[in-house]
């Protein structure tokens, strides 16, 4: 498998603690691969160095041979908005938008009218089971289907990656499966790879390969070739 998504060496501290310590790690295209470890390990800092979020302090991201790091924030955004797309553990929709248009607002942010990128996305609900949820606020939703919005919010620019955030954090056991089960099937169907942020080896289970951080460093070999 050809890695489509490398952070090289990646190296981030905030004032005298080490966040990521040489961390190298390679995704594959359509792969799903889960960070795991303890909170403070430095498995969300990986993610958001990966993501463009943030630039490590030495190293390189690459995404399709693209480097990621060295784009100002300008640069960054828009690659966020177009090849990443992300899924939050509180799903992080806006409150006062209806269903289909926290879906439609990356296109909508990229410059789609609001008309044409409602219209667009509509075709994402009744694959994701919200048909007929399209004009409810997230208030309206309950937290599976609000995490079922992120998740068609995540892909409908149709990116690159998938980056999710202890995805099933805030659900129970029962919605979290359910979540993970419609989150890799969906991410597999639109050729997307997948990184997921989790401390629960039942999350982990979903994903094709674990990567385990601790102290700033990985402890599992996690390439791909």
């Not at 296109?107 to 789609?112: A, I, K, N, R, S």
């Amino acid at each position: 498998m050809i890695a489509i998504l490398t952070g090289t060496g990646l190296v981030k501290r905030y004032g005298p603690a080490t966040a990521l310590d040489g961390v190298t790690l390679a995704v594959g295209r359509a792969e799903a691969v889960a960070i795991m470890g303890p909170s403070g390990s430095g498995k969300s800092t990986l993610l958001h160095c990966l993501a463009g979020i943030i630039k490590p302090d030495a190293g390189e991201v690459t995404l399709l041979g693209q480097r990621v790091d060295t784009l100002g924030e300008r640069r960054r955004s828009a690659l966020r908005r177009s090849r990443f797309g992300f899924v939050f553990q509180f799903g992080q929709l806006l409150p006062e938008l209806p269903a289909e248009e926290n879906v439609a607002l990356p296109l909508m942010l990229g410059g789609t009218s609001r008309a044409r990128a409602v219209d667009a996305v509509r075709a994402w609900f009744a694959p994701l089971g919200l048909t007929g949820l399209e004009r409810r606020r997230p208030g309206e939703l309950s937290g599976g289907q609000a995490q079922r919005v992120a998740i068609a919010r995540a892909l409908v620019t149709r990116p690159a990656v998938v980056f999710a955030d202890e995805p099933t954090g805030a659900l129970d056991q029962k919605t979290g499966h359910d979540t993970m089960n419609l989150l890799t099937q969906a991410t597999r169907h639109n050729d997307a790879s997948l990184v997921v942020v989790t401390h629960d080896p039942d999350v982990a289970r979903w994903c094709d390969r674990t990567a385990e951080v601790r102290d700033g460093r990985l402890l599992v070999p996690a390439g791909t070739s």
